[in-house]
């Protein structure tokens, strides 16, 4: 049997990193450019859907930080 990685909701698709065949990595930014709709062309940068302007929520709440230090925390260790 074969785990549902896409959820749709009203508003969004959901992505289940858990569920994924690619859950391997290292830390968050490596798992994020395996992620299907993602890309990177520099390691540096996340593209989603090829636009670079995407809002970013943590926990429900929509995030100010900036741009550097999102991608600082994304490739932070994961344990």
Same mark, same amino acid.
């Given at each position: 049997?074969?785990?549902?990685? @896409? ?21 968050? @930014? ?48 994961? @344990?």
């Amino acid at each position: 049997m074969t785990k549902k990685v @896409f959820h749709k909701k009203s508003d969004r698709m959901v992505y289940d990193v858990a569920n994924s065949p690619v859950a391997k990595g290292s830390n968050t @930014f490596e798992l994020l450019k395996e992620t299907p709709l993602i890309s990177t062309c520099d390691n540096a940068n996340l593209k989603i859907l090829e636009k670079n302007d995407a809002i970013i929520y943590i926990n429900c709440r929509k995030s100010n930080m900036s741009a550097e230090a999102v991608l600082e925390m994304l490739k932070k260790p994961l @344990f």
